[in-house]
């Protein structure tokens, strides 16, 4: 199983980023995936859970700011944040869900 983040980097507050979660070793189009971040000193925080079925569930922080996505044809998932803000910084993570699969993460920083 791997998954390999992409698309992190540094942006201003109120900016947008779509990080991408690569994926293979596993039957992609019948497994749900999992976004989470962790910001610097603390612990791992859920972002989202996108679903083979195509429902996404999203931690309230992020509704209506992040957008989750995925193509059952390049085993791959996505995370679309907009309007980010500075409490937003963090390493994001994508996961297999049900297994404790992760891929190494993708930094985001959100600074003026």
């Known amino acids: 199983v791997q998954l390999v983040e992409s698309g992190g980097g540094l942006v201003q507050p109120g900016g947008s980023l779509r990080l991408s979660c690569a994926t293979s070793g596993f039957i992609f189009n019948m497994s749900a995936i999992i976004w989470a971040r962790q910001a610097p000193g603390k612990g791992l925080e859920w972002v989202s859970d996108i679903y083979s079925d195509g429902n996404i569930y999203y931690a309230d922080s992020m509704k209506g700011r992040f957008t989750g996505s995925r193509d059952n044809a390049k085993n791959t998932a996505y995370l679309q944040m907009n309007n980010l803000k500075p409490e937003d910084t963090a390493i994001y993570y994508c996961?297999?869900?049900?297994?404790?699969?992760w891929g190494h993460g993708t930094q985001v920083t959100v600074s003026s």
């Open positions: 996961g297999l869900a049900g297994y404790d699969d």
